[in-house]
Structure formats: structure tokens, C-alpha cells
């Protein structure tokens, strides 16, 4: 089992910056692929950004691809998404997600979640 808290949401103007920050307790030593999902009310989860295990490959949604970066510690335990130039349609739930593989963490189909943690974007 992989425990993942999510922290760091908050409310932000348009055009300001936050970072999120997930931790990963339990089972972290396994190579899991972790990636970050948003959802906005009354709208279906979406897929928002992923990274590999093995070489930190990133993956990005196109809306927030060149806004929004991915990162993570060389011991898997913290996953970060840094947050720029945001807008009012970023408004949402963020969680971050563990997956064993891509595919599945694309489709949404992950492991395990965290608890997610809201962004406010104000006009």
C-alpha cells in the first residue's frame, strides 16, 4: 500500500503561481509512475501530468503543457507540480495519483490517490 496526502492548494489571482506538493508513504520503494489529476465541479477528472520512475520522464496534459512542471526527489517519496501562470479555468480538485504504469495512469486508472487539495484561481 501507497499512502499519498496531497498540500499546497490554496487561492491564487489569475496569472500567479503555486506549488503543489504530494508525499508518498508505505510501499514508495516500488517504481511507481506518479501523476497529478484536476477536477473542476459539475466535470470528469482529467489526466494533468505524469512522471516516470525510471529516467523522470514528464507527460503533460495540452492545457497546461509550457504553464505547469512536474518534479520529484531521487527517493520517489515527494512529487511536486509547480504552478505558473494560472487561470480561472485551473479552478479545481487536485490529486495526485500513483500508478504502476502509464497507460493506466493516462486513463486515469490508478492505484492509489491522495485526498486532493483545492485551487482557487480569482478572475
Known amino acids: 500500500q501507497v499512502q499519498l496526502v496531497e498540500s499546497g492548494g490554496g487561492l491564487v489571482q489569475t496569472g500567479g503561481s503555486l506549488r503543489l506538493s504530494c508525499t508518498a508513504s508505505?510501499?514508495?520503494?516500488?517504481?511507481?509512475?506518479m501523476g497529478w489529476f484536476r477536477q473542476a465541479p459539475g466535470k470528469e477528472r482529467e489526466f494533468i501530468s505524469a512522471?516516470?520512475?525510471?529516467?523522470?520522464?514528464?507527460e503533460y496534459a495540452d492545457s497546461v503543457k509550457g504553464r505547469f512542471t512536474i518534479s520529484r526527489d531521487k527517493l520517489r517519496n515527494n512529487v511536486w507540480l509547480q504552478m505558473s501562470s494560472l487561470k480561472p479555468e485551473d479552478t479545481a480538485v487536485y490529486y495526485c495519483?500513483?500508478?504502476?504504469?502509464?497507460?493506466?495512469?493516462?486513463?486515469?486508472?490508478?492505484?492509489?490517490w491522495g485526498q486532493g487539495t483545492q485551487v482557487t484561481v480569482s478572475s
Open positions: 495519483a500513483a500508478s504502476s504504469f502509464i497507460a493506466t495512469m493516462r486513463r486515469g486508472e490508478c492505484e492509489f
Open positions: 508505505g510501499r514508495t520503494g516500488s517504481s511507481y509512475i
Open positions: 512522471i516516470t520512475g525510471s529516467r523522470a520522464g514528464t
